[in-house]
């Protein structure tokens, strides 16, 4: 009788057992990965005012060295997204890890090289680094749709979008230090080494849900329960041979007028992205005069206000869902009012003094951090058959601006010989994104494959 009572009792802790929170400390893991993955994207921005001049290159040259990531970037998005849906998350993202740090790392070696040998080598080690990053956005988002039920998935895809601001606020500083202390070549050595070392800490804490030696049944259950798809990775671990995703649901997905408004929307969000991550320190120093190591620190206040926006903007997203507002009113209305406030960047051409360009910086920063949800809308709408390909498209669309933006604000500033046709650019994108949500994307919901 006392061993049926015990038995009993077990079971009824279990049923009533206190759920985990292992999933917080996941997207903590991908926020940090992230912030290291933009960190390596933007080394060159801050190192290009001394690389341009000891290297002689011109704003065309280093438009041009700009998008080398994204060409790369861009083109791997599909066979990334297909080795996520083959293989899962965690070793894919391991690999890509390990590859871009090494890439980065090996980039200090351009000081030693002079003419187009210079140009091309460089070139050459960006686009390493692009193809190398392509699985990671679509990672994390197939993490976040596994891990986290819908009502907190607005959040979970800020913070880790987030990372991108965290990046500058973190790294812009120290890198400015970098530079004005060892030279150019350092950061890259120092961001390259920094990938590599955070790959202990992935494959400590990076697991699937079901999986988890940290993850509990209740906090599995709750997130099963609130549509997380918690067995996404199930059997991919080993390797075995399986079938690809059916490159034809791309034509589905590109015929789909919801899911073609937010990829054209997304495009306009990361130019804004890109000319942050690569033209920015280059305005500070050319257009406002700064020296590299004041770049460096100014560069972080808008990056600080762009962290705050973007974690503001999914915390209202979800706080509207749990409000009972509509999943197209929740997302979409930090979107737009992220995108207006960007669109405040082109008053700097109006404005001479240092603190009243920083401030129209920050408000844009922040205004591009809170309407920075693309990710939660892609988790939101991907056939779950095909996440991780379905987020390499989207990542396709938005970091085609990766290859254009950078080209396009190159020869911007050679013909006219300032930046402010450069704002205008950028400033109109922002616009566009809001055109599209409002009206093309209509109601966001998850695609069904036919």
């Known amino acids: 009788m006392k061993t049926n009572e015990a038995v009993l009792d077990s079971c009824v802790s279990v049923a009533t057992a206190r759920k985990t929170n292992v ?13 290291i993955n933009y960190a390596s994207r933007s080394t060159i921005s801050l190192a290009a005012p001394d690389m341009a001049k000891d290297l002689h290159f011109d704003s065309v040259t280093m438009g041009y060295i700009f998008s080398a990531f994204g ?67 679509p990672a994390n988002s197939r993490i976040v ?20 601001y965290g990046a500058t606020a973190v790294f812009a500083p120290i890198m400015g230090w970098l530079i004005h202390t060892w030279g150019w070549h350092s950061v890259f050595t120092v961001i390259g080494a920094l990938g590599i070392l955070f790959l202990l800490i992935w494959k400590k804490l990076i697991h699937d849900p079901k999986d988890h030696p940290m993850a509990n049944a209740a906090e599995v259950d709750y997130i099963e329960q609130g549509g997380g798809l918690v067995s996404m990775d199930q059997g991919k671990k080993s390797g075995a041979k399986q079938e690809g995703p059916n490159l034809k649901y791309i034509k589905q997905l590109l015929q789909n007028r919801m899911m073609l408004g937010i990829y054209i929307a997304q495009y306009c969000i990361n130019t804004l992205t890109f000319f942050f991550i690569s033209w920015f320190p280059v305005y500070l120093v050319k257009e406002k005069h700064m020296s590299i190591l004041k770049a460096g620190f100014v560069a972080a206040i808008p990056a600080v206000c762009g962290f705050v926006g973007g974690v503001l903007g999914g915390i209202i997203s979800d706080f ?51 309407g920075a949800l693309g990710w939660a809308v892609n988790s939101d709408t991907a056939p779950k058959q095909i996440a991780g390909l379905s987020g390499g498209l989207l990542n396709i669309c938005g970091n085609l601006s990766s290859i254009t933006a950078p080209i396009a604000i190159g020869y911007i500033i050679q013909a006219t010989g300032s930046f402010n046709g450069a704002l205008v650019y950028v400033g109109i994108h922002a616009f566009i994104a809001i055109a599209c949500y409002l009206f093309m994307v209509g109601e966001i919901k998850r695609v069904e494959l036919k």
Request: proline share 3%; aromatic share 16%; hydrophobic share 60%.
């Open 320 to 370: 509207m869902l749990q409000r009972g507002c509509s999943l197209s009113a929740s997302r979409k209305t930090p979107i737009v009012l992220g995108m207006l406030m960007s669109m405040t960047m082109v008053f700097c051409n109006y404005v001479s003094a240092e603190q009243a360009v920083i401030f129209f910086m920050s408000l844009a920063f922040f205004g591009k951090g809170m």
């Open 23 to 35: 999933r917080w400390i996941v997207i903590t893991v991908l926020f940090f990965i992230t912030i």
């Open 145 to 164: 749709a596994a891990w986290f039920p819908a009502n907190e998935r607005g959040t979970a895809s800020a913070i880790f979008n987030s990372a991108q």
């Open 71 to 137: 060409w790369s970037y861009v083109i791997a998005q599909l066979p990334g997204g297909w080795l996520l849906d083959r293989f899962g998350s965690k070793r894919v993202y391991a690999w890509s890890i390990f590859l871009w740090s090494l890439f980065t790392l090996m980039t200090g070696i351009i000081g030693l090289m002079t003419g187009f040998a210079a140009i091309a080598t460089l070139f050459a080690l960006r686009f390493l680094v692009g193809a190398a990053e392509a699985p990671s956005f």
